[in-house]
């Protein structure tokens, strides 16, 4: 691990690339000027570019960034609050005090930002500029007969690619499922059903029996007809791996065994997965095909020595960001290394901006020094 230095910038290890970022990212370079420039051991929400080695930080407290569809703000959810920063402000506005769990999410068209109270216990859908709320309903079902237990921190809701539904993890009363609500807030069904732990005896109506596996945070195809999600078992036997839900036959299937220990992303044809999961000793990011047990994961990864977690994807599906050993690895889609963005915090949950010209990530202290 590197200190941080008392410089106006921190540094971007590796090659720059020449980068034709436009009228739009050339005026980001230059606003950037105006952005708080991080001291040493600052956490935070950060913004860097992989091709030219500027690097600012755009607020705190430190959340995973989630880039507005248009790429002009980026929101973040931490306990005390949701904050949205356009690129243009000098300062990020705080558009709400619930405490939140988990990553938000924006609506295609970037009206709504969608978080899970972790204290109402309830999925919250927020008007992405004023903060009012459009709608609020509870993680629990219906029929649930006991509160959650804890909720999910792992990835957020998910919206639909035409903004008209949103997929949760909702409790059921014995575990964690995947909810789809319409996108005024009308309208929800759950779409998961995991069986309960076997019992040796009959139990009483009202017993309070946990799942045999509980979901992962829900990702949507790109064409909008399924859900990707993982499934952790929580006793022996129970099912687990990651599947594919298709919306229309109501059917499930089996893509891989591995146990996602980040969010699941869809490439852009449909054809295959992108998560890290830990195998062999050490994580790592995997692209997994999506069809039924197609063919083995191909890891990404390899020539991480700390190997990696967090990956996200490029728009223009040439490269691959990840969190590696306290760092940002920057790695073509092939799994070459091309550079790293480094420091003396731990730097995770990389987003890339929809132009594909910067890179948000949040930075805060950690005593693990690697992922391997």
């Given at each position: 691990m590197h200190a941080y230095q008392g410089h106006d910038q921190r540094q971007l290890r590796g090659e720059r690339p020449p980068s034709s970022l436009g009228i739009a990212a050339t005026c980001l370079i230059v606003l950037l000027q105006a952005c708080a420039q991080p001291a040493a051991g600052e956490s935070g929400v950060f913004i860097a570019s992989p091709g030219r080695g500027a690097i600012a930080l755009l607020g705190q407290p430190a959340g995973a960034p989630?880039?507005?569809?248009?790429?002009?703000?980026?929101?973040?959810?931490?306990?005390?609050?949701?904050?949205r920063r356009e690129i243009t402000a000098n300062a990020p506005t705080l558009l709400s005090t619930r405490a939140a769990a988990g990553r938000p999410a924006w609506s295609p068209d970037g009206g709504v930002l969608a978080i899970v109270d972790r204290e109402a216990e309830t999925l919250v859908a927020l008007d992405a500029a004023t903060g009012e709320t459009r709608?609020?309903?509870?993680?629990?079902?219906?029929?649930?007969?006991?509160?959650?237990?804890?909720l999910p921190v792992l990835g957020g809701p998910a919206w639909s690619p035409d903004g008209t539904r949103l997929a949760f993890n909702c409790w059921d009363g014995h575990g964690d499922e995947i909810c789809v609500v319409q996108a005024d807030g009308s309208g929800n069904i759950q779409l998961t059903h995991i069986q309960t732990r076997r019992t040796p005896s009959q139990p009483p109506p009202d017993a309070f029996i946990l799942a045999s596996s509980n979901a992962g945070p829900p990702a949507w195809s790109p064409q909008g007809d399924e859900l990707a999600l993982a499934v952790y078992p929580e006793q022996?036997?129970?099912?687990?791996?990651?599947?594919?839900?298709?919306?229309?036959?109501?059917?499930?299937?089996?893509?891989?065994?591995?146990?996602?220990?980040?969010?699941?992303?869809?490439?852009?044809?449909?054809?295959?997965?992108?998560?890290?999961?830990?195998?062999?000793?050490?994580?790592?990011?995997?692209?997994?095909?999506?069809?039924?047990?197609?063919?083995?994961?191909?890891?990404?990864?390899?020539?991480?020595?700390?190997?990696?977690?967090?990956?996200?994807?490029?728009?223009d599906q040439t490269r691959l960001a990840v969190a590696s050993g306290g760092d940002v690895a920057i790695l073509d889609i092939q799994g070459n290394v091309q550079a790293s963005i480094d420091g003396g915090m731990a730097h995770r949950h990389p987003a890339w901006r929809p132009e594909g010209d910067w890179i948000a990530f949040e930075a805060a202290p950690d005593p693990l020094e690697s992922y391997s």
């Open positions: 989630v880039w507005a569809p248009n790429g002009d703000a980026i929101a973040w959810a931490t306990e005390d609050g949701l904050y709608f609020e309903l509870d993680i629990a079902t219906r029929d649930a007969r006991h509160r959650p237990l804890a022996r036997g129970a099912a687990s791996g990651v599947f594919v839900v298709d919306l229309v036959a109501g059917t499930a299937r089996r893509v891989s065994t591995l146990l996602p220990n980040s969010e699941i992303a869809w490439f852009p044809d449909g054809g295959s997965l992108l998560f890290s999961a830990r195998d062999q000793g050490r994580s790592d990011a995997f692209r997994v095909p999506t069809a039924a047990e197609a063919g083995e994961a191909k890891r990404l990864t390899e020539a991480l020595t700390s190997g990696a977690r967090e990956p996200a994807l490029s728009p």
